[in-house]
């Protein structure tokens, strides 16, 4: 059995209290977790505390090398590190793969940035009274940073906090999903081997419901950066008061299809946008709003496509789509197709479970107020309507509590011109769905999908204090 422990000031520490950690998929006990009390988290924020000194001192090409160092420890351990995924969150091993090449370069990226860190000089003497005086900014680190990560890229989100706070010479107390706490602790070694001072960063394990509060609230910590659902985002904002935050949350993203679009070309890319780890993705494609003219004919192949997707083991090679988180999510989903069909709406595929796996599930002419529609699903479920104009597929697309990414697949320039004004979200995806990502772009969302910026040097801006240096030469 392997029996966890938590990261703090350097030491693996063993918990009071332990939880077993099952595989979603096999329901197979994979290791015991300690769980976390007010008392450890207030270790790890003293301990971050400690070192912030150490941390804002250090040289911007000491922080590099500690990340390039980490860099090439996941790659070495790079088979092993898509395991731990596959394992703890069911994610399929090919996807887990990408999600630890994506890791890799996203540590690299932070590797990077941490060496431009730039201030700007200002003309002070373009204001009256300013004359004879040189200005300066610089980027200084804020001190200790929270981390609070989702289930669904237990690596690749962690490093989106992680890179970025240490390039800037933070300190970091992270808290993984209970799900997935077995990829942070084998980060905590990694880092510990890269050779990062000891408290630089710690590791909490157990309930976000129970050291939520402790983890957001300490007078200490300067920055709370939390990926997850807007529930439990909205509660942090809340109570952080002064603190920085930053509040990646979820969706209900659209792709629109203009009528002027190859078809075929862009099936299989939709199906992965709604499918890719059974829709767990906060971009996953949740609504698609097609063409009138095209709309029988994109239906029929969507579903044949689908239908093809192997369902299994998330460590099998050739699976698509394993189970989901929970069973609760099985459940709930379940409901909701229920509640979609009672609302005129038509299951063209799916719409039943086996086990933790819910099957591929397409759904035709769904109203907009239905939970499917209008709450983020979260599970592989996808919905496809007809629209008979670009006007109505904006207003269906803005007509959302969310507003993370937005795609839409057009041969019209100006078309495309018009919906990138007329989108209300974070990123407009042209001829993508809107589940495209790559780790240095500005992403993050509107209304209810967040507040601020990831891409590391969007987060590090996120994560450093502006400071004015003016010299008085007069
Ligand atoms: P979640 O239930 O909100 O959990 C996220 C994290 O918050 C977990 O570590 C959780 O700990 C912790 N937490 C729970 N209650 C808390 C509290 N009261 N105070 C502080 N922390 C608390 O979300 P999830 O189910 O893991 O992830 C799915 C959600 O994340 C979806 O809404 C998805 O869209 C969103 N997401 C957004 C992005 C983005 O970049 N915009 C990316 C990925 C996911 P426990 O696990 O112990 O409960």
Redesign the pocket.
Known sequence: MLKKKFFINGEWIEGNHYQSLTSPYSEEVIAEIPQASEKEVDQAIEAADKAREVMAKMSAHERAAILENLVRLIEERAAEAAEIIAKEAAKPITTAKAEVARTIATYKFAAEEAKRIYGETLPLDAAQGGEGRVAYTVREPLGIVTA??????PMN?VAHKVGPALAAGNTIVL?????TPLSSLFLGELLEEAGLPKGAINIVT????VV?EK??TDDRVSVVT?????A?GI??RNKAGLKRVIL????NSAVIVDKNVEIDKIISRCVTGAFSFQGQV?ISLQRIYVHEEVYESFVERFVEQTSQLKIGDPLHPTTDVSALITRNDVERSLAWIEEAKEGGAKVALGGKAEGNVLYPTVILEADSSLKVSCQ?V?APIVLINKIQSMEEAYQFVNDSRYG?QAGIYTNDVFTALEASEKLHVGGVMINDIPTFRVDHMP?G?VKE??LGR?GIKYTIEEMTELKLIVWNKN
């Open positions: 609070i990560t989702p289930f669904n890229f989100l808290k993984p999903a209970s799900q157990g309930s976000g419901r939520g983890i957001t939390f990926t997850g659902s807007p439990v509660g942090i990646e949350l979820g969706s906060c983020e979260f993370l992403y969302g999908s967040g990831e």
